[in-house]
């Protein structure tokens, strides 16, 4: 069973930095693209970032990119997003999701159940 | 960026009642493009993806259709579990979804 379990969120003031992690597990990780995908609360979904299996493909939101980062560690089955430079805009639940495909970003087969980002002083 | 706009933002329907969901994008992204199924509290489902192609356990009565940057999500005939907020995505250009449709009981 495919499980994706995001970790990392919190209550961080506005202008400071947080990291989420996913710990995948189910499938074999480094065959496959994964994505951030975030949703505020009460609001839609919005993609956040995505990497492609070997790292060789990353794409961000307009919203996020120069401050976010995402990264991967297939030895560790984990996806990671730094995130600085926090604003209230940022608060949301940010999902983990794992894309279809392993070198191109597509769209996605299964989501984790989410960390919840509060940016507030 | 492209665009993704989606209509009505909210839909009532009976039971038993199709619904047609429509989802617009600022240019063409071909057929590429997913929707997927929002229930409260719980993370999104994939529905559909290549415009058309029904993902693995998804009943026959979801049904999609379109290219370019008109597409259609229809549900022939809606039962008490389709009751969700939908939405489309594409990616063709990086990846961006559309604001949502409740799908509400009337």
Known sequence: ?????????????????????????????????????????????????????????????????????????NAKNSLYLQMNSLTAEDTALYYCAKDIAAASLYYFDCWGQGTLVTVSS | EIVMTQSPATLSVSPGERATLSCRASQS?????????????????????????????????????????EFTLTISSLQSEDFAIYYCQQYNNWLTFGGGTKVEIK
């Open chain 1, 1 to 73: 069973e495919v499980q994706l379990v995001a970790s990392g969120g919190g209550l961080v003031q506005p202008g400071k930095s947080l990291r989420l992690s996913c710990a995948a597990s189910g499938f074999t990780f480094d065959d496959y693209a994964m994505h951030w995908v975030r949703q505020a609360p009460g609001k839609g979904l919005e993609w956040v970032s995505g990497i492609s299996w070997d790292s060789g493909t990353i794409g961000y939101a307009d919203s996020v990119k120069g401050r976010f980062t995402i990264s991967r560690d």
């Open chain 2, 29 to 69: 992204v071909s057929g590429n493009l997913a929707w997927y199924q929002q229930k409260p509290g719980q993370a999104p489902r994939l529905l559909i993806y290549g415009a058309s192609t029904r993902a693995t356990g998804i009943p026959a009565r979801f049904s999609g259709s379109g290219s370019g940057t």
